[in-house]
């Protein structure tokens, strides 16, 4: 399978290409097709062309029919969608095979269900002194925004580009995607897929390319789109808006976060470790919701960090940054943090293995104390397997620590006093809190951050809602 553009049903040719690299040992495996401004532009096309034809005039029975061929359809080439992502992000097989492909057959299952069991609202109304009956009848219902465009990054490519392209298409927009340049393989296989389940041609397209200058810039700042929902990095969210601003575009923004975790000295000590081991070495750190900042209370500080430590030190097959570009840029912050004044845990550099993956983009899982709370390290998003432990004295400190960021995305709370976790989770600046636990998602929940995190949120019904306008009937009775 080469990536290539799918504009109105048709895998199109193109002539510009770029080269994709294997993260695992830094090879070229393929090519990627570079979408120019006229590319993008027929998929825009195309797009509102569907609005206007059968795709357009579908009920909602006949989309969640669609969304669950589409499920089945990713499912029955599911070794082929777990490969693809590994190849093109080197990460885990297991971690490929267990959530990104399965969540994305999940995103399409979860929103069939979710918009074919939406009720409508109706207001009965009555106004004392209106003429005739004095009574009415309001009742809303949604229609779709029209052309969509869809913008998702690198490091949970299917994932993150289905938990947008469903909600979508479910509530009866036209959808023009643009997966990461790093990351174009299971995007062009979904693209397959959905073709072979019907989907009436345009209804959704698929364009490939960089952002800025490229594809992405064509595609957000373009005239005939209606809407433009984002997950990637503030700093392009930023760009996304000033461009977005020109024609009032509506956002949906997922971005960056700084996410800190909260350990009480009651917590469970073991399962704190265990926890933090997982919400800051998973995928190599390269899930926004990681755990970049660690506070624990002073009592058990000493032993946290040395059991975290000790842990991140014996990690093993653990997956490459995903990007020459992006393992330089996780180096810098380490030298930094080392300038910075940090003491060194674990990490701070380049493995070894002594195969082809010497020439990949790996770096070392990394556990650093002692720095201020003003330091770069522990401000700036790093989206590497690093965090940094600090101690803290009581619940006050612990709350002003983690509030103190531009970001807000996530947080973690560790802690057996069932009281102290609901003093604290409501009063963390972060669009999401787990207790106890890190990243159990239900599909049904409000996703999104707070502050430089994100604009709106995502999941169940507010997906549905960004999607989808209120349109408000009133009839008198
Ligand atoms: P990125 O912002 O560099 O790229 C994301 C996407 O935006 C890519 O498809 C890229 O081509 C496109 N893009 C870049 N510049 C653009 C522009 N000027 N106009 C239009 N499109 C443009 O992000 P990334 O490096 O792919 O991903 C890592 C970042 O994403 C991290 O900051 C991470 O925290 C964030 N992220 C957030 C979430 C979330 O749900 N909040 C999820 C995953 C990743
Ligand atoms: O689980 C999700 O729905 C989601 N949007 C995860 C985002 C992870 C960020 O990298």
Redesign the pocket.
Known sequence: MKPAHYVNGVFAPTEATFPLLSPVDGSQVGVVPEASRDVVDAAVRAARAALDGPWGRTSVEERCAFLRRIADGIEARFDEFVAAEVADTGKPRDLAATVDIPRAIGNFRAYADLSYGRPERAYPTTVPGWSGSGQALNYTVRRPLGVVAI??????PLL?LTWKVAPALAAGNAVVA?????TPSTATLLAEVIGEAGLPDGAFNLVH?????A???Y??SHPRVDAIA????????A??MR?AAEHVTPLSF????KNPALVFADADLAEAVEGTVRSSFTHSG????CTERVYVQRPVFDEFVRTLAERARALTGYGPM?SAE?RDKVLSYYRLAVEEGATVLAGGGVPTFGDARDSGFYVEPTVLTGLPQSARTVRE?I?GPVCHVAPFDDEDEAIRLANDSPYG?AATVWTTDLSRAHRVAPRVEAGIVWVNCWNLRDLRTP???VKA??IGREGGEYSLDFFSEPVNVCVKI
Do not use: D
């Open positions: 913008i998702s990054p690198w490091n949970l993150l643009k997966p990461s340049e790093e390319g960089h952002g800025a200058g594809a992405g810039e595609l957000t984002f997950t990637g990095a503030s700093a392009t969210g760009a996304i461009n997922e971005l960056g976060g390269q899930i926004c919701l995903i992006h998003e989206f995305l996703f999104g951050g995190s994100g």
